[in-house]
């Protein structure tokens, strides 16, 4: 058998040469607390609560965490874990809860401003119960309000795709860390930094969404998108730059911020900002603070939310009297209460404000304005944009941010005038009176194969325009203010306790496809022009209209909310009626 | 040639059982994935033994292949009837074994072919009967670990020295067996483990599972898959009292298709 | 013969100007002292405004600015020149829409026909608005307003998906018209030589409107101008901002080429489109000569609804309308900015105000409310809109403004709302 003894001679040589390989190959050292430092050593924590000595790289970015060489390491590997999809299986595995929230919350679904869009552009017939950007994956949606979410509005949302933006400057999303990330990892000469998070948002991650449409982001700190100007020149260059071919000038910020440098997350909550779970359809349903939850608190005993809160904080005081919040009963932690005083602790550094309580004087307690929502005094100005000219190019290219990629049909958008003095006021999404502005007065023009179309939409929007300031408007600015009555600029009078008004915009003759002024949100009998896209929001009605310029005449000589008329003022103005006062003689 | 052959074969099973014994020192049903990965990238020597286990047992079903390949070329079967069915019994427990041990590297093929198999058990008649000693609800690989780590061996151990009636280990033929088995672990690569966190598309069983899967996407009953798989080791039993052509075309013709259905 | 031969060269030097001096000798004489031919007015505000004390020019007498910038009043003759005086009598226009005439006498006057005759002895209102158009009066009189100049306010867009073409070199909104243009009558109904007074300055609405109907013209209101209270709206347009660059510096204003200047707008568009590099010249309107550098401008904003009241030189109360509360910067061929943002004349601001009239006249006078109620709020940008100087006339006095919010005034309101 000679076949046998060459095979058993080879094989010999075969296990010689095996052994003499695997006793020359290095022996992977372990490290802790996976294989992954054995590479990534230099690489810096991203905050104190996950540090990587006891995390490692594959709890959070998957992988192979035993794994020696690069390829079989980063097979599977995830570069960022927060986004969505990824979030439940790594973040999720802790915070299962705030991803689950995150993941259905507005936010994320942007279902309010779809089903707003759609509503005002006559495709749904209540402004509730859409989707948003989930629905719209796997659809090819052939509607025009669809189309113009798709190629304008959802660029913004919690898990857009950083990298589809050419600016990286301006890009969004990324999930978790489209707020909570404060630097972008990056490396340097002898380490890798790991990108920052935190919990103690900056505002300026807010501001990367909040500058459009309401522009309550830049509002808060004094920034009103102008006319798109660019003054005054700064060096040869355009100055007060926003993004794109934006503007702003500076009006006064909101008094939070000029008197107390509040950040947007020390007044809005966890639960109002990252969702409650629960299917919002509209931003003030997912909102959670109101003026009323600091400035007149209710203190209870903190719970362990509260305390897990201000522990990760680590600047704010753990105490045991906070105040909550009335509507979603979330901790306001930073808001405590001791024996002898109240204070306010700026998340960002724990800097400690005494709170005084909202004022007891008349202006607060009397019954002829316990209608007013707080922004409707408080309020100094309201971004209004008049005229949104939409116009649609059939033929037409542009970029869909929900399918990321650029498809046919393309939009552009233009505008009549922007105004900020003398906000509109109306009755508001709570029933209660509140500032109005555009929001949107759509004025469609559809160029299509060979024809071309139009429709419009006009409709006003009240919210917190968060540019509040202690000073109040003048009693004038709202009782004999036509533009604040929401009849529009224009000239104001009444004669015979009839309201007469003479607006200034010339609609028809502008080009605009009705004849009631743009600015205009009802007219001097009380027929509500535009619309509104909640069930209780409308403008003034006539019976409204006549009482707040029917209280005009009293206020000439009875300006102080001190006025002893004012106490019961129906009475005052029975007494008055009858002949019994002595007034004007 | 033909004694070559089945001596080679003997002694990969051997080495097969002492790698086995090596590498069943670091394997935990209870964290099997990251045991098994631990194996091979950190434990010394460990992608070592586990390369020698698994080539070692790849080649060993093809040498018995080879076996009977050889063996039923000849005119006659030597071996006594019971000893035939041992014989074919132990081919049977091989594969077994052979399943079992990929189930047990716990990766997400591994988890596929798991369930497949359950649900082809459980769809089975009287076999489904026997879907407890496999499934465990707690630990996943727990029954697996013992099936391939102690009772399969056990029976195999039994059934082939039923069929050998004399286990030798000669040096010669362990020495060349080892050789063998690294000459070709030399040049081909494990199959890669996939992680449980990556996305694929597509994952396969072990190689002479595909077939069978590739008939059930077809669309061939649970039942038939059943009559497939046991056709051949009936053809097996059958060849003993009358080695005809005909039974020995119908296994070709077999293993044409199944071939067929595996590519 | 002297004089003759001067008001030859100077009035219409080209077409058949010669032929109206021959016999429109007196009417040539005048029209000389006229301001429509010197522009004096809008000539010394500007350059006082720009921080020249004591200005005096004339369009024939108006200076080149000096070569060596220090201060805006070194550049504001070039501004007038490429930017103001785009309108004067003789100027070979750039011939936007609304803005074509011929030169002379004929820029207002219409032509002789061959047999000798005028052809209409009216003037048209057009051949007036080609002048008077876009900022204050003119254009108001048939209610316009004009837009912002960023493309986005550039709608609605016309049939075949193009910009709407504009008219005077920018696109308008339209606001209530002046009930004297809504009943047909021009320019030249009231701003007429009858009487053979000056036409311009002097001619009063109490020459037309003799009787007043109510008793509060007189009882109240006796030394208020009558467009204070009958005009709809008014102007206000807030600090303008001007840049002279003379560096070939386009891209950044790609969404800002109309600027109400059919030259820059045209200029700009050619210069962004070309691949070779375009050398950044503009006309100088007074000796039409191309000149290097371009001047850019933007606002802060404008309104058609704030309304701040002064005091006229004869003591009337009037409307005020900003002079455009100028910030200048000037960058220099070599990329040096030699002014930058510069807004002070002698260290202080030039929120300049001047009394003027609105065209914008209602047969129902506004509300007591827009005057007695104006209160202007302070902080930001809301500070543009308090008068700090004021051109031609002076703010309102404290007994004034007290009598605003007297107590005699609200009675008197109040009654009147009861």
């Known amino acids: 058998m000679r076949i046998f003894q060459y095979s058993l001679f ?59 060489n690069k390829k079989d390491a980063h097979r599977g590997v995830v570069l960022n874990p927060s986004r969505l999809e990824y979030a439940n299986r790594f973040c999720g595995e802790c915070h299962s809860d705030v991803v689950k929230r995150v993941s259905s919350s507005m936010m994320q679904s942007q279902n309010g401003i779809l089903n707003v869009l759609k509503f005002q552009w006559g495709e749904l017939s209540t402004p509730i119960g859409l989707e948003g950007v989930v629905e719209l994956k796997d659809k090819n949606s052939t509607s025009l309000a669809e189309s113009h979410f798709r190629k304008a509005c959802a660029s913004c949302h919690v898990n857009q795709h950083e990298d589809v ?85 500076e009006l006064p910020a909101d008094i939070h911020h000029t008197k107390a440098g509040l950040d947007c997350i020390d007044c809005h909550t966890e639960k109002g900002v990252m969702g409650d779970g629960k299917k919002n359809h509209h931003m003030e349903d997912a909102e959670d603070i109101k003026c009323n939850d600091c400035h007149k608190p209710k203190f209870k005993k903190a719970d362990s939310l509260a305390v897990m809160l201000s522990d990760l904080n680590g600047n704010i005081p753990e105490t045991k009297s906070i105040a909550y919040t009335n509507k979603k009963n979330s901790p306001i932690y930073n808001l405590q209460k001791d024996k002898n005083s109240t204070k306010f602790y700026r998340k960002r550094d724990g800097k400690a404000f005494d709170m005084s309580n909202m004022s007891n004087k008349p202006y607060h307690t009397l019954d002829i304005h316990k209608r007013l929502d707080c922004t409707s005094c408080h309020s100094s100005w309201v971004p209004s944009c008049y005229g949104c000219h939409e116009v649609y190019f059939e033929n037409g290219k542009q970029f869909d941010w929900v399918k990321r990629e650029v498809t046919k049909g393309s939009w552009q958008e233009f505008r009549s005038f922007l105004r900020f003095e003398s906000p509109s006021l109306g009755v508001g999404y709570n029933k209660k009176i509140m500032p109005f502005a555009p929001g949107c007065q759509v004025i469609g023009t ?115 909310y001190s006025d002893k008329i004012y106490k019961d003022f129906n009475k005052s103005k029975i007494l008055f009626n009858s002949g019994k006062t002595v007034c004007l003689d | 040639m033909s004694k070559y052959v089945a001596w080679v074969t003997q002694a990969l099973f051997i080495i097969s059982l002492l790698s086995g014994l090596i590498v069943v020192f670091v394997y935990y049903p209870s964290n099997a994935y990251d045991s098994v990965q631990k194996l091979s990238f950190i434990t010394p020597f460990g992608l070592f033994f586990r390369e020698l286990h698994y080539f070692s047992s790849e080649i060993f079903i093809f040498s018995i292949l080879v076996h009977i390949l ?25 594969l077994v074994l052979m399943f079992t041990g990929f189930v047990l590297k716990a990766d997400q093929s591994a988890n596929a072919a798991a369930e497949v198999a359950f649900s082809l058990l459980k769809d089975t008649p009287f076999l489904d009967k026997f879907l407890p000693l496999v499934r465990d609800n707690f630990v996943f690989y727990w029954k697996f670990f013992v099936w391939h780590g102690l009772f399969l061996p056990l029976i195999i151990e039994y059934a082939i020295l039923k069929h050998v009636r004399k286990l030798s280990v000669n040096i010669s033929y362990f020495t060349i067996a080892l050789g063998v088995t690294l000459l070709v672990s030399l040049f081909l690569n494990l199959p890669r483990d996939i992680g449980l966190d990556e996305k694929v598309l597509h994952v396969k069983g072990p190689w002479f599972f595909w077939g069978a899967e590739n008939m059930l996407q077809a669309g061939l009953s649970v039942l038939g898959i059943n009559v497939v798989i046991i056709l051949p080791f009936l053809l097996l039993i059958g060849m003993y009292k009358s080695n005809t052509k005909l039974l020995k075309i119908l296994l070709l013709l077999w293993v044409i298709i199944y071939a067929y259905f595996s590519v | 013969m002297l004089r003759l031969i001067v008001i030859f060269f100077m009035l219409g030097l080209h077409l058949n100007a010669e032929d109206c001096v021959d016999c429109h000798k007196k009417e040539a004489q005048k029209c000389q002292s006229s301001n429509h031919y010197t522009l004096s007015n809008a000539i010394n505000i500007t350059r006082k405004a720009w921080g020249i004390k004591d200005s005096n020019v004339t369009l024939q007498t108006i200076p080149h600015s000096k070569i060596d910038v220090k201060k805006p009043s070194d550049l504001v003759d070039d501004f007038l020149r490429r930017k103001c005086l785009k309108c004067h009598l003789n100027v070979k226009n750039s011939g936007e829409r609304g803005m074509k005439r011929q030169r002379g006498c004929l820029a207002c006057h219409s032509k002789h026909s061959k047999k000798g005759r005028c052809q209409t002895k009216k003037i048209a209102m057009s051949k007036c608005l080609s002048c008077h158009n876009k900022e204050f009066v003119g254009t108001d009189y048939k209610g316009l307003f004009p837009k912002d100049y960023s493309h986005s306010f550039r709608t609605p867009l016309q049939k075949d998906g ?72 008014n102007m206000s347009s807030y600090e303008l901002s001007v840049f002279r660059d003379d560096t070939a510096d386009y891209a950044k204003w790609k969404d800002l080429t109309l600027q109400e200047d059919a030259y820059l707008n045209k200029f700009l568009k050619k210069a962004l489109k070309s691949k070779k590099k375009i050398k950044p010249v503009m006309p100088d309107w007074v000796d039409m000569k191309q000149k290097k550098g371009v001047w850019y401008s933007g606002w802060r904003y404008r309104r058609w609804e704030d309304m701040v009241l002064g005091v006229d030189m004869n003591g009337t109360i009037k409307i005020l309308r900003p002079i455009f509360q100028y910030r200048v910067s000037y960058r220099d061929a070599n990329g040096s900015m030699v002014l930058d943002d510069v807004s002070s004349v002698d260290g202080k601001p030039l929120e300049a105000w001047a009394p003027y009239s609105p065209h914008t006249i209602t047969k129902k006078a506004k509300s007591c409310e827009r005057c007695h109620n104006t209160e202007i709020k302070k902080g930001g940008v809301y500070s543009l809109k308090i008068p700090k100087v004021i051109y031609n006339g002076k703010a309102l006095s404290k007994t004034q403004t007290d009598r605003l919010k007297s107590y005699k005034y609200k009675k008197i309101r109040a009654k009147m709302l009861n």
Not at chain 1, 180 to 187: A, L, M, S, V, W
Not at chain 1, 188 to 196: C, F, L, R
Not at chain 1, 220 to 233: Q, V, W
Not at chain 3, 196 to 207: A, E, F, L, M, S
């Open chain 1, 10 to 68: 080879v094989s010999i040589f075969i296990i010689g040469v095996s052994l003499y390989m695997n006793l020359e190959k290095p022996i992977a050292k372990p490290s802790s607390p996976d294989q992954c430092m054995s590479c990534h050593s230099s690489t810096t924590n991203m905050d104190k609560s996950h540090p990587i000595e006891v995390f490692g790289c594959f709890k959070c970015h998957g992988g192979n965490r035993y794994a020696t």
């Open chain 2, 70 to 94: 050889i063996e039923l070329s000849k005119k006659e079967i030597k071996i006594n009837f019971k000893s035939w069915i041992y014989s074919i019994f132990a081919l049977l427990v091989a």
């Open chain 1, 165 to 249: 933006f050419d600016d990286k400057k301006y890009a969004r999303g990324g999930g978790c860390v489209d707020c909570h990330r404060i630097e972008k990892g990056h490396q340097e000469k002898n380490h890798y930094v790991h990108s920052k998070l935190s919990s103690k948002i900056p505002s300026k991650n807010c501001l990367k969404c909040h500058n459009r449409s309401n522009r309550i982001g830049i509002s808060y700190f004094g920034k009103f998108e102008s006319e798109g100007y660019g003054t005054p020149y700064k060096h040869g260059e355009f100055s007060h730059k926003l993004d794109g071919s934006r503007f702003y000038y």
């Open chain 3, 162 to 233: 193009k910009y709407p073409s504009q008219r005077y070199g920018i696109d308008f909104h339209h606001l209530n018209q002046d009930i004297h243009y809504k009943l047909g009558m021009s320019c030249v109904d009231c701003h007429n030589n009858k009487n053979g007074k000056n036409w311009k300055k002097n001619i009063t609405c109490k020459d037309c409107h003799k009787e007043l109907s109510k008793s509060n013209h007189k009882e109240y209101h006796s030394n208020i101008s009558c467009s204070a209270c009958h005009s709809s709206w």
């Open chain 1, 446 to 560: 559809l160029f299509k194969d060979k024809k071309v179309e139009k429709f419009h939409a006009m409709a006003m929007a009240g919210w917190d325009p968060h540019t509040t300031q202690k000073e109040v408007r003048s009693c004038e600015d709202c009782h004999f203010n036509p533009a604040s009555l929401g009849l529009g600029r224009g000239n104001l009078d009444i004669k015979n306790n009839r309201i007469f008004f003479e607006p200034f915009y010339n609609s028809k003759k502008s080009g605009m496809p009705f004849s009631y002024p743009i600015d205009g949100f009802v007219s001097s009998d009380g027929k509500q022009f535009q619309t509104t896209s909640r069930k209780d929001a409308r403008s003034f009605n006539k019976k409204e209209l006549q009482k707040i310029v029917g209280a005009y005449k009293c206020i000439l000589c009875h300006d102080r």
